[in-house]
C-alpha cells in the first residue's frame, strides 16, 4: 500500500499543474515576453484587423450616420416634441410665421396703395384697417383726375402748388378718421407740412364723381323717373346759357375724351347738399357702362325744366 501510495502522489501533483495552466490566460503577465507573446496572438490581430477595417469603411461611407437618420426620420413622429430644443424650434418657428405674415401684410398694402386709382379706393382700403401711403406723384393724379370744384373742395390747388414748389413734399399718408379721412402731407424726414380732413358729405360727393358703373340706367331707381335720350338732353342743354351748361356739366372735355357713346341721360330727383345726380349711359364695343355727375341743384332744375316745357318725339312721361 506505500507503494502504491507513491506511485499516486506524483500523479496528483500533475494533474494539479495541468489544472491551473488554464489560468495563466486571465492573470497579468510576468514579462516582457509574455506580453509581447499575448499581444501577438490571433485573437488581438483579428480584433485589431475588424475594428480597422469597421473605422475605414465608417470614413468612406459614413453609414452609421445615414443609419441613425433613418431611424431618427422613421420614429420622428413618435417621438414626443419637448425639451429646450423642440420648444426653441417652436418658437422659431412661430416667429418667422409672424413676420411672413407682416411681410405679406406689407406688400399688400403697397400693392394696393400703387394700384389706387381714386380716393374711392383709397376709403375702401382705410375700411379694412389698413393705412395708405401714396407717393406725391399719384396723389396729384388722383387730384387732377377730380372735377375743379370736387378738387377745391378738398384741398386748394394754390396750397398743392406751394408744396410741389418747395420740393420738400415727398408722399401723402392717409389714416381713417371718426367722420371721414385725415390726410398727412409728408417730407422725406416724416415731417408734416400740410394736413387736412376729409369728411363723411365729402368723401361721398368724390366717390360719386368717381363712380363708373358696368351697367344700364334702368338698374339706377333713383333715375327711374327722369330718363332721356342723349340727343334730347343735349338739345335742352345747347339752349341753356353757358355758365348754366357749366354748373350742369362743368367739365364737358372729359367726355369727349371718355370712349363710347352717350346714349341715354338720366336726372335724379335727390338733392345732396347743393347737387344733383346724373348718369349718363355711354355704349362701346366692349361693354354698356354709366357715367356719375354732379350738378348744381339750380342749374339742373332749370335744364330740367326745359325738357318738360319742350315737346320731344318719344318724350318720357313723368
Known sequence: MAGCAHRLGP???SERKTTTRPMESWTAPEDVNEWLR???SLRPLVLVLVVGLVGISELRFDWSEQMIGHFLVTTNASRPESGAIWEKGHRTANALQTLNQIITDQQT???EAREAQSFSHIAQTLAKGRDVILA???FQVLYNALPPE????????YTLIRMHSQDQWDRTFFEPADK???????NRDNRVLHQLQIDAGLLERIEQVESVRRESLDHLPQFSERLYRAEQFFSALEQMPEDIRR?????PENLLKTPGRIRRVGISDEVLSGYIEIGLEMDDAQRTRVVLLQ????AVARLRAVLEGEQFQNEIEF
Open 109 to 111: 398694402i403697397q400693392r
Open 295 to 298: 350738378g348744381r341743384d339750380w
Open 150 to 157: 370736387r378738387a377745391g373742395e378738398l384741398l386748394s390747388p
Open 136 to 138: 406725391a406723384s399719384h
Open 180 to 186: 371721414g379721412l385725415n390726410v398727412y402731407f409728408l
Open 38 to 40: 499575448r499581444l501577438l
Open 11 to 13: 500523479t496528483r501533483l
Open 247 to 251: 354748373n350742369i356739366i362743368p367739365w
